[in-house]
């Protein structure tokens, strides 16, 4: 397994969180990411490649599973949780592994590990393009069954900063990818560098407002054993599960990759991002992203693990 950069440098700005709650008060955080989400989805407007997009197109079972998947399935069963939690739905975190579970899938890894795996890469992007799209609305949506009555979540005030911070951007960048996409997509590496920053930024502030609130002295070890083996079982339940119904529906070795490797996945990127989103700068911020923190270190050590192996199963049999 390859060091991943990403991963250490988010440990690490949980960790300076812990040290510094306070942050350099110097830097206007809350300005910093706001700006940074806006640009994250213009960029992202920017790479959406209408040739690649459409090549994966037709593959339309592969699409209706991977789909109903990421935003029915994946809720449904985070639903089946409720009694492993103390006030049920109404717990801060059960509504964070909810949180996890309305989220879309992300798109470069899933891209690259189905790749890796010699699976269908058309209907990959396809997927994981469509997803990041339903997700601006769907992942608010499912939130606000949940937390209509709380006081962290007024819907009106998320369609209004969804509007101005995700879908004008990402509008703006559609719109001007003709012009600019291919200079985007040519500096792909770069960009997934200032999105990864922004999370970084994001997770910091998080962090920071939780430790200084001690939102954490609420959480004990045995609630976060929980959450790690209820984010365990998710994955692998949604993973085998998706291994049956390709093997029912008879889809090929290709097409059975690309749904269980884009159907598990979780992005990490609209996580953070929807936090801002949806609950601003509440302290609680740090909970709800712990779960989603949780899955995308475990998603990308398994998945790698798996698509390893379908590599080599495809070099003996080639």
């Given at each position: 397994?390859?060091?991943?950069?990403f991963?250490?440098?988010?440990?690490?700005?949980?960790?300076?969180?812990?040290?510094?709650?306070?942050?350099?008060?110097v830097?206007p955080l809350?300005?910093i990411?706001?700006?940074?989400?806006?640009?994250?989805?213009?960029?992202?407007?920017?790479?959406?490649?209408?040739?690649?997009?459409?090549?994966?197109?037709?593959?339309?079972?592969?699409?209706?599973?991977?789909q109903?998947?990421?935003?029915?399935?994946?809720?449904?069963?985070?639903?089946?949780?409720?009694?492993?939690?103390?006030?049920?739905?109404?717990?801060?975190?059960?509504?964070?592994?909810?949180?996890?579970?309305?989220?879309?899938?992300?798109?470069?890894?899933?891209?690259?590990?189905?790749?890796?795996a010699?699976?269908?890469?058309?209907?990959?992007?396809?997927?994981?393009?469509?997803?990041?799209?339903i997700?601006?609305?769907?992942?608010?949506?499912?939130?606000?069954?949940?937390?209509?009555?709380?006081?962290?979540?007024?819907?009106?005030?998320?369609i209004?900063?969804?509007?101005?911070?995700?879908?004008?951007?990402?509008?703006?960048?559609?719109?001007?990818?003709?012009?600019?996409?291919?200079?985007?997509?040519?500096?792909?590496?770069?960009?997934?560098?200032?999105d990864?920053?922004?999370?970084?930024?994001?997770?910091y502030?998080?962090?920071?407002?939780?430790f200084?609130?001690?939102?954490?002295?609420?959480?004990?070890?045995?609630?976060?054993?929980?959450?790690?083996?209820?984010?365990?079982?998710?994955?692998?339940?949604?993973?085998?599960?998706?291994?049956?119904?390709?093997?029912?529906?008879?889809?090929?070795?290709?097409?059975?990759?690309?749904?269980?490797?884009?159907?598990t996945?979780?992005?990490?990127?609209?996580?953070?991002?929807?936090?801002k989103?949806?609950?601003?700068?509440?302290?609680?911020?740090?909970?709800?992203?712990?779960?989603?923190?949780?899955?995308?270190?475990?998603?990308?050590l398994?998945?790698?693990?798996?698509?390893?192996?379908?590599?080599?199963?495809?070099?003996?049999?080639?």
């Amino acid at each position: 397994m390859k060091f991943n950069g990403f991963i250490a440098a988010l440990l690490f700005a949980i960790l300076l969180a812990w040290f510094l709650p306070n942050g350099p008060e110097v830097l206007p955080l809350k300005t910093i990411t706001d700006i940074g989400i806006g640009f994250i989805f213009f960029f992202y407007g920017l790479k959406l490649s209408p040739t690649e997009f459409k090549a994966g197109f037709s593959n339309y079972k592969v699409h209706i599973i991977i789909q109903l998947t990421t935003f029915l399935i994946f809720p449904m069963l985070v639903l089946g949780f409720t009694p492993f939690f103390e006030g049920g739905t109404s717990s801060q975190l059960w509504l964070a592994l909810f949180f996890l579970g309305a989220l879309p899938s992300t798109v470069s890894s899933s891209i690259v590990m189905v790749s890796l795996a010699k699976g269908d890469i058309p209907t990959a992007i396809f997927n994981a393009s469509l997803s990041g799209l339903i997700g601006i609305i769907a992942t608010p949506v499912w939130m606000s069954l949940f937390m209509a009555s709380s006081s962290d979540f007024e819907f009106g005030a998320v369609i209004q900063k969804l509007l101005i911070q995700i879908i004008l951007p990402l509008a703006i960048g559609l719109f001007l990818q003709k012009y600019l996409g291919t200079l985007a997509r040519k500096n792909s590496t770069k960009i997934s560098f200032f999105d990864k920053s922004v999370i970084v930024l994001i997770v910091y502030a998080s962090f920071s407002s939780a430790f200084s609130s001690e939102l954490f002295t609420k959480v004990g070890l045995a609630d976060l054993l929980k959450l790690s083996v209820l984010v365990t079982v998710l994955f692998f339940t949604i993973y085998f599960g998706l291994g049956l119904v390709s093997r029912w529906i008879n889809f090929s070795t290709e097409d059975e990759i690309t749904a269980k490797f884009c159907g598990t996945k979780k992005s990490l990127v609209h996580g953070s991002v929807m936090v801002k989103v949806i609950f601003g700068n509440s302290a609680a911020n740090a909970l709800y992203l712990l779960p989603i923190m949780l899955y995308h270190i475990l998603q990308l050590l398994v998945i790698a693990i798996f698509a390893e192996g379908y590599r080599k199963r495809e070099m003996e049999n080639g």
